[in-house]
T-cell receptor, first 114, second 115 residues
Framework: ETGVTQTPRHLVMGMTNKKSLKCEQH?????MYWYKQSAKKPLELMFV???????ENNSVPSRFSPECPNSSHLFLHLHTLQPEDSALYLC?????????????FGPGTRLTVT | DAKTTQPPSMDCAEGRAANLPCNHS???????VYWYRQIHSQGPQYIIH???NNETNEMASLIITEDRKSSTLILPHATLRDTAVYYC????????????????FGKGTTLSVSS
C-alpha cells in the first residue's frame, strides 16, 4: 500500500465508449502524474500536474483528457480509443518542495480496448 | 531517452547479495541517482536515491563511485519477492518548476531470484 489508489483496476472498453480512470493520493503531495506502460515497453510519461495546474503534456493524443480538480485527485478521461491504447495506466504523486521528490505509484489500471 | 545504462537481466540465488550496476556517465552535478523497482503487473516502487555519498535504508544500499559516473544497488539478502525489474534513473532533485519533473524510465534490469 503506497497511499496512491487507482480505480478501476481492470477495464475493458470498446472503441466508441467513454470511460474515466481515477487516481487518489493520501500523502499530502502536490504533484500528480499519469504514465502509460505498453507491453514490453518502458513507462512513458503522459501528463504532469503541479498544484492542480498541468505543467507537462507529453504529446498525448486528444482522446486522452486529464482532469485534476484538486491536489489529491487525478482523472484520465478516455474516448474513442484505439486497440493500441491497451496498456497499464499508472498514476503517481510526489512532493513539490524540499530535496526528496520520490514518486509514489498506484497499482495501475489495466486497460483493454476491443 | 534514458540517461542510464543497465544490464538487461541478472540472476541471484536466494539469500545472497544482489549487486545491480548502472552507468550514468553524463550525469550532471545537480542530478541525483534514483532506483525504483517494478514487480510484475504492479506500479513501480521507490527504493533509494543519492547524490554522491553512499546511502543505506531498510531496503537496500546505494554505492556511487567518486566520479559519479556509475553506481551499484545492493540488496544484501535477496529473497524470491525481490524478483522484479529494477530501474536506475538520474534526475534533478527539484525545486520550483522542476519539482514536478517526471521520471524517465529505461528498460531496467530484470532480476530473477531463485531458490
Amino acid at each position: 500500500e503506497t497511499g496512491v489508489t487507482q480505480t478501476p483496476r481492470h477495464l475493458v472498453m470498446g472503441m466508441t465508449n467513454k470511460k474515466s480512470l481515477k487516481c487518489e493520493q493520501h500523502l499530502g503531495h502536490n504533484a500528480m502524474y499519469w504514465y502509460k506502460q505498453s507491453a514490453k515497453k518502458p513507462l512513458e510519461l503522459m501528463f504532469v500536474y503541479n498544484f492542480k495546474e498541468q505543467t507537462e503534456n507529453n504529446s498525448v493524443p486528444s482522446r486522452f483528457s486529464p482532469e485534476c480538480p484538486n491536489s489529491s485527485h487525478l482523472f484520465l478521461h478516455l474516448h474513442t480509443l484505439q486497440p493500441e491504447d491497451s496498456a497499464l495506466y499508472l498514476c503517481a504523486s510526489s512532493h513539490t518542495a524540499g530535496v526528496s521528490y520520490e514518486q509514489y505509484f498506484g497499482p495501475g489500471t489495466r486497460l483493454t480496448v476491443t | 531517452d534514458a540517461k542510464t545504462t543497465q544490464p538487461p537481466s541478472m540472476d541471484c540465488a536466494e539469500g545472497r547479495a544482489a549487486n545491480l550496476p548502472c552507468n550514468h556517465s553524463t550525469i550532471s552535478g545537480n542530478e541525483y541517482v534514483y532506483w525504483y523497482r517494478q514487480i510484475h503487473s504492479q506500479g513501480p516502487q521507490y527504493i533509494i536515491h543519492g547524490l554522491k555519498n553512499n546511502e543505506t535504508n531498510e531496503m537496500a544500499s546505494l554505492i556511487i563511485t567518486e566520479d559519479r559516473k556509475s553506481s551499484t544497488l545492493i540488496l544484501p539478502h535477496a529473497t524470491l519477492r525481490d524478483t522484479a525489474v529494477y530501474y536506475c534513473i538520474v534526475r534533478v532533485a527539484g525545486g520550483g518548476n522542476q519539482a514536478g519533473t517526471a521520471l524517465i524510465f529505461g528498460k531496467g534490469t530484470t532480476l530473477s531470484v531463485s531458490s
